[in-house]
């Protein structure tokens, strides 16, 4: 069992950046692939990011290469997403996720509360 809270959420100019977290609780985090997600109000929740349980790999959304960077930290137990030249098009809740395979189309079984990040123009 995984229990993921997520923090670091908040309003941020355009071309801003933040820096979002995932702090998971129980001892097998190191076992799974984490992911970041994103939903905006009336759309469909789409994948933003994700990376393997040992960290050398990752795999983003074309929408946010370049600009976000997902990483993690093991001995924290703790999954990052650094978002850099925020656009208004993403503002959005933001979930991380835990699962047993990464990837764009993989299953996710344990998913956050979720944080709220808002881009003004």
């Known amino acids: 069992q995984v229990q993921l809270v997520e923090s670091g959420g908040g309003l941020v100019q355009a071309g801003g950046s933040l820096r979002l977290s995932c702090a998971a609780s129980?001892?097998?985090?190191?076992?799974?692939?984490m992911a970041w997600f994103r939903q905006a109000p009336g759309k469909e929740r789409d994948f933003v990011a994700t990376?393997?349980?040992?960290?050398?790999?990752?795999v983003y959304a074309d929408f946010v290469k370049g600009r976000f960077t997902i990483s993690r930290d093991n001995a924290k137990k703790t999954v990052y997403l650094q978002m850099n030249s925020l656009k208004p098009e993403d503002t959005a809740v933001y979930y991380c996720?835990?699962?047993?395979?990464?990837?764009?189309?993989?299953?996710?079984?344990?998913w956050g509360q979720g944080t709220q990040v808002t881009v003004s123009s």
């Open positions: 996720a835990a699962g047993l395979v990464a990837g764009s189309g993989a299953h996710y079984d344990y």
């Open positions: 990376i393997t349980w040992s960290g050398a790999n990752t």
């Open positions: 129980g001892r097998t985090f190191r076992r799974y692939a």
